[in-house]
Every structure is written in structure tokens, then in C-alpha cells.
């Protein structure tokens, strides 16, 4: 009985670490994906991608909503390769990209 005292709080405390350092990694997930994957093309305008922060160029985008716009990342248009050429990213993944990215023109 005494060792399964010593056991619970040992279990408790690893649990919270791993919580705790998940947590920031999803809150900052979309700046992650668009540092990783998505602006190599959008910081620059490569191949005419809108770039972070150009209201104007991402005006027609932002029209379509958020929904339209993963599909578009998913299938791929134009010289972006689908999944923006990163085939490990989820749906969420993208979308939290897309997300960070049209958070930038509003």
C-alpha cells in the first residue's frame, strides 16, 4: 500500500508535464505551420501567393471562407502542391495555418 502512494503522485506529475507541454505548442500551431511550411511561398508572393498581411490579395480568398480555402490547400491550385507540399500536415494543421494567415489581413 505504501509503494502504490508513492506510484499515484509520480503518475499525477508526469501527467501534468505532458499536459503542460503540449498546451503551448497548440496555441501557437498556425504560426508553426505558416513558419514551416507556408511561407516559403506567402512571405515572398512566390508563383503570385498572396502575401501575409496583403489585404488586397487576400480580399477574394477571404470571400470563399475558411472551409473552401483548406480544400483549396488540400487538393493544391495552381504551382502549390497539395498540402502545400507537406503531405505529413492534418486537415487541423492546415486549417490553423489558413487561420494564422487570414488572421493577418483582418
Not at 16 to 43: L, R
Not at 60 to 66: E, K, L, S
Not at 82 to 105: F, H, R
Request: a positive charge; one cysteine or more; proline letters at 7%.
Amino acid at each position: 500500500m505504501h509503494f502504490s502512494k508513492l506510484r499515484l503522485p509520480a503518475v499525477a506529475v508526469l501527467t501534468f508535464g505532458i499536459a503542460a507541454s503540449v498546451a503551448p505548442a497548440q496555441a501557437n500551431d498556425g504560426k508553426a505551420v505558416y513558419d514551416k511550411t507556408c511561407a516559403m511561398c506567402h512571405a515572398q508572393g512566390v508563383a503570385n501567393a498572396p502575401k501575409l498581411g496583403d489585404k488586397a490579395a487576400w480580399a477574394p480568398r477571404v470571400a470563399q471562407g475558411v472551409p473552401a480555402m483548406v480544400a483549396t490547400v488540400v487538393k493544391g491550385k495552381g504551382a502549390m502542391p497539395p498540402k502545400a507540399g507537406n503531405a505529413t500536415l492534418t486537415d487541423a494543421q492546415i486549417k490553423a495555418g489558413v487561420e494564422y494567415m487570414l488572421a493577418s489581413v483582418k
